[in-house]
Structure formats: C-alpha cells, structure tokens
C-alpha cells in the first residue's frame, strides 16, 4: 500500500506563498495522478487539482490563477504552490494518489494544517 | 462552493439503516459516476464507495451506493458507532473539468 506524507510550513503569512511537498513511499509514483485537496475549517473538501507523474497538470479554475503542482519523479514527491494567500485559505492541505483522469481518490495522506496568519 | 448538494447531517440508532443524497447536475454526476469517502476528523479520508456502487476490497458490505440521473445515494445498513463519521460525494465535472465534492453529512450513532 502506497503511504503518502505531506510537509511544509505550518504558519504562512498573508500575501505570501504557500508551499507544501508529498512524498510517497511503499510505491512507485507511475503511472498514477496525485491530487492536492484542502479542507477549511468547519467546512468540506475542495479540490486544488493535479499531476499526471509526466507532468500534466489539470486546476480546479477557482484557484488556476495561483496554483502550480509539480512532480520530482526521482524524489518520488509532489509539491504544491499556492500564491498570494489570506485566511480564506487556511484548511487542512491533503495529497492523494489517482489511478487514472477521472479515477476516484484511492490513497490520502494524514493531511497537514496550514495557518494564513500575520 | 461546492457543487454537489448533501443533507448537513442524519442518524440512526445502532442496526438502523441510512441514507445520504447527492444532488448534483448534469455536467457531473449526470454524466460520470460517483464516488463516496468516509472522514474522521484527524484522519485521511477513505474511498468508500467507486463507480457509483462498487466496494474496495475491505470495505464492509453495510455500505452500498446507487445514482439515478443527477444524483446519488450512499446506504449504511446496521450501523455501527464505528460509522460515526463525516461523508462526502465526489465526481468528475466536464463542465469545470475538475473533481468536485459534496457539501458533507455527519452521520451520528444515537
């Protein structure tokens, strides 16, 4: 069973970039696609987008305009940047493994908390 | 901002049966099927249910999913206090051409 494990900074402050990194062990990293979700506090799931492990990318248009995902195939991780951000995008980050396009989310990390706060 | 609509929460006693909608449209689940995810807080969320009402291997036969049109249904039967926890639908849309969820429902064992 692949096991997925996100880091990063717990606290980010406003305006500033969030940057958050998955590495996935137990697992190889093709020929699958890996979703970043979030969920707010109090709230639902909302999906950021994701990587194919080529290196397609596909954003949900809400965020588009300040989301990169990129993959490092050797380091077997994805990562997350999320620019310009404000405490609308405080939540609990997830990465999640598909096995294909429109496959369900078969594989989630713990998660991790990301405060937007000065 | 979720697309997908579900009731805020339900319960049930201990062996009752329950149900939890999805209202969708047909950009999604009108044209692909649904998946269902179980999330206790502080935990990874869990596939559930997959093409609208296939089981991963493990996943108990109490949970049974169904669509018809835009929307969708998730079944617990003889629910247990280890059912307590929050769920939420999800499908493909080929009108944001992205994944979208549904607003969640917390399931409480009375």
């Known amino acids: 069973q692949v096991q997925l494990q996100e880091s990063g900074p717990g606290l980010v402050k406003p305006s500033e970039t969030l940057s958050l990194t998955c590495t996935v062990s137990g697992g190889s990293i093709s020929p699958f696609y890996w979703s970043w979700i979030r969920q707010p506090p109090g709230k639902g799931l909302e999906w950021i987008g994701y990587?194919?492990?080529?290196?397609?990318?596909n954003y949900n248009p809400s965020l588009k305009s300040r989301v990169t995902i990129s993959v490092d195939t050797s380091k077997k991780q994805v990562s997350l940047r999320l620019t310009s951000v404000t405490a609308a995008d405080t939540a609990v980050y997830y990465c999640a493994k598909h096995s294909g396009a429109y496959a369900p989310a078969d594989n989630w990390g713990q998660g991790t908390l990301v405060t937007v706060s000065s | 901002q979720s697309v997908l609509t579900q009731p805020p929460s339900t319960s049930g006693t201990p062996g009752q049966r329950v149900t939890i909608s999805c209202s969708g449209s047909?950009?999604?689940?009108?044209?692909?099927?649904v998946n269902w995810y179980q999330h206790l807080p502080g935990t990874a969320p869990k596939l559930l249910i997959y093409s609208s009402n296939q089981r991963p291997s493990g996943v108990p036969d109490r949970f049974s999913g169904s669509k018809s049109g835009t929307s969708a249904s998730l079944a617990i039967s003889g629910l247990q206090s280890e059912d307590e926890a929050d769920y939420y639908c999800?499908?493909?849309?080929?009108?944001?051409?992205?994944?979208?969820f549904g607003t969640g429902t917390k399931v409480t064992v009375v």
């Open positions: 999800a499908t493909w849309d080929d009108s944001l051409n992205g994944f979208v």
């Open positions: 047909r950009s999604n689940i009108g044209s692909n099927t």
């Open positions: 990587i194919y492990y080529s290196g397609n990318t």
